[in-house]
């Protein structure tokens, strides 16, 4: 199974998607900001980042860019409860994979993640 890092300042929303996660036999990686999160993705290069937008230190939309420049090739799903079609669009062009909102369903976090990594696989 593959390794994803989760990147929310919210512990509970963490713990959330660690569950799902984890039930699916993944590896979870957790970082509570968006400078931890590029730490932990430059360390343990995962197959997949879930990235929330909205955190104190440094924006889901600033820590995009960061991990392409680190990886072209990352794979992040963006979750967050800015559900404005402008945001979605904004993280599309930023090369986000897909944007889910807050809080995602179960079976929708199941579906995306494993598209997204059929499309790292295939």
């Known amino acids: 199974m593959a390794t994803i890092l989760v990147v929310d300042d919210s512990g509970y929303a963490r ?6 996660l984890e ?11 968006g400078m931890s999160g590029l730490e932990s993705y430059a360390m343990h290069a995962p197959d997949l980042v879930m990235l929330d937008l909205t955190m104190e230190d440094m924006g889901g939309l ?14 992040v799903i963006v ?20 944007f889910l909102s807050k809080p995602p369903e179960r079976d929708e976090v199941i579906a ?3 598209e997204a990594l059929g499309e790292v696989d295939g």
Do not use: M, W, Y
């Open 112 to 114: 995306t993640v494993n």
């Open 62 to 75: 600033e820590v995009l860019p960061r991990l392409r420049e680190i990886d072209p090739d990352v794979r």
């Open 79 to 98: 979750v967050s409860a800015d559900v404005q079609r402008s945001t979605a669009k904004e993280v599309k062009e930023a090369g986000a994979f897909r």
């Open 15 to 20: 713990r959330l998607l660690r569950q799902t």
């Open 23 to 33: 039930a699916q036999g993944h590896t979870v990686i957790e970082a509570s900001s």
